[in-house]
Structure formats: structure tokens, C-alpha cells
């Protein structure tokens, strides 16, 4: 049941802040100018503040005053039967994960941003404008397409920083709470049995160290498959 919430709650946040990094990052580097000056001193601003207090700050106020985001009462209650809990348990890790997607995307769209400033001067971006492809065209069909290598490695080892950065703040009360299980807060739980079972942290500890050395192993597979220099 822990596992269930670490890993959903991973895969929605690297889902949203890939997709978002990618879609920011495109669009700054295809178009340059303004768009991308803003654009970036939003990601040299967030890259510049330490996450993790950051994420200990929000989540204990927004976790802890019960803050509820406005989503719809489908997606609540869907989470609440997956996770086996209440819908506001559930909205509760909604906010736990908004929290991480913001601070979050920023790697994408540096990545993002260096491809698009490389593919756009690309003869194949010319010939599209050339036969009349719209920006956003070029942009959705070609630049991420041939540009999402090194997004697919990044977020296949963002799923092993999330599901740690999860685990740490539930460890320390502020992420997901009970009765809802994840490995954090089971970890946190067996601090109160330590000499009667010492046993008991290995349970939620063995996985998660295994799953975040899995998707660390992934995302080097991924570097090496997707490099061109690495192919005969």
C-alpha cells in the first residue's frame, strides 16, 4: 500500500513538470527574444532557491492547514478508491504534488530549451516554414520530437528524486499523512518500535532503496540507448 502512493504520486509529478518543462522550454528556445529572457530568469530563479526547505516550508503550510485544491470531485474521489483512503486524504496528495511540479520542471526546460535553440536553425525547420507549417506545428510535430531524447533520461531519473524527496517529507510529518501509507511515513512510524521490532524499517526500506536504484539503472539505459556517439 505504501509503494501504491510513493510510485502514483512520482509518476503524476514527473508526468506534469516533463510536460510542462518541455512545452516552456520549446517555446523559449524556438522563439528567443523576450519570451525566452523571461522564461529563463523564472528557471535561474527557482534553480537558485534550496528545495528542500522550500518543500518543508509549503508543504507544512499547505498540508497542515488542510488546504484543498479546486480539482474535479471524479479525480478526488479515483484517488481516494486507489489509495484507499478519504477525498481529502486524497486532495492532500494532489497538493503534495503540485508542490513538487513547481519546483520541479525547471530541468526539463533548460534541457528543452537547448535542443529548440539548436534544432530551430536546423535546414529542415526552414523548408517547414518554407511550405507554410505553422510555429506551433513545427514546434509540437518537430523541435520536442526530435529534441525528447535527453527529456525521456531526465525524467526516468527524476522518478527516483521525487519518490526520495516523497519518502523525506513524510518522513518528517509534512508530506503524505496518516492513516494514507507511503514508505515515508511508514518509516516515520517504526521510529516507535525500534527496540520491540528493529526489524520493521527494512520493510518500507529495502523497496524504496531498490525502486530508486531501478530507475537510477533505467535512466543510464535510456543515455546509453538514445546517445548517437554511443552507436556502432
Known amino acids: 500500500y505504501g509503494g501504491r502512493v510513493s510510485l502514483t504520486i512520482a509518476f503524476i509529478v514527473v508526468i506534469i513538470q516533463e510536460a510542462l518543462g518541455v512545452a516552456l522550454g520549446a517555446y523559449s528556445g524556438f522563439f528567443g527574444g523576450w519570451p525566452d529572457t523571461i522564461i529563463s530568469r523564472i528557471v535561474e530563479f527557482l534553480l537558485s532557491i534550496p528545495t528542500l526547505p522550500i518543500l518543508l516550508i509549503t508543504s507544512s503550510i499547505l498540508i497542515k492547514t488542510g488546504a484543498q485544491l479546486p480539482v474535479p470531485a471524479f479525480v478526488t474521489n479515483g484517488l481516494a478508491r486507489f489509495f484507499d483512503s478519504t477525498p481529502q486524504d486524497a486532495n492532500k496528495v494532489l497538493v503534495l504534488c503540485l508542490i513538487l511540479v513547481i519546483l520541479g520542471w525547471t530541468g526539463a526546460a533548460r534541457l528543452m530549451r537547448g535542443m529548440a535553440l539548436t534544432l530551430r536553425g536546423q535546414d529542415f525547420v526552414e523548408s517547414l516554414r518554407a511550405m507554410g507549417a505553422s510555429n506551433t506545428r513545427i514546434i509540437f510535430r518537430h523541435i520536442i520530437p526530435n529534441g525528447i531524447a535527453p527529456i525521456l533520461v531526465n525524467a526516468s531519473l527524476g522518478l527516483a528524486g521525487i519518490v526520495i524527496f516523497e519518502s523525506a517529507l513524510s518522513f518528517l510529518g ?30 518500507p526500506g529495502i523497496p524504496l532503496v531498490l525502486v530508486t536504484v531501478a530507475f537510477n539503472f533505467v535512466g543510464d539505459g535510456l543515455r546509453d540507448a538514445l546517445d548517437p556517439r554511443l552507436k556502432r
Open 174 to 203: 509534512v508530506g503524505v499523512q496518516e492513516p494514507t501509507p507511503s514508505w515515508g511515513n511508514m518509516l516515520a512510524a517504526a521510529q516507535s518500535y525500534m527496540f520491540q521490532a528493529p526489524w520493521l524499517p527494512l520493510v
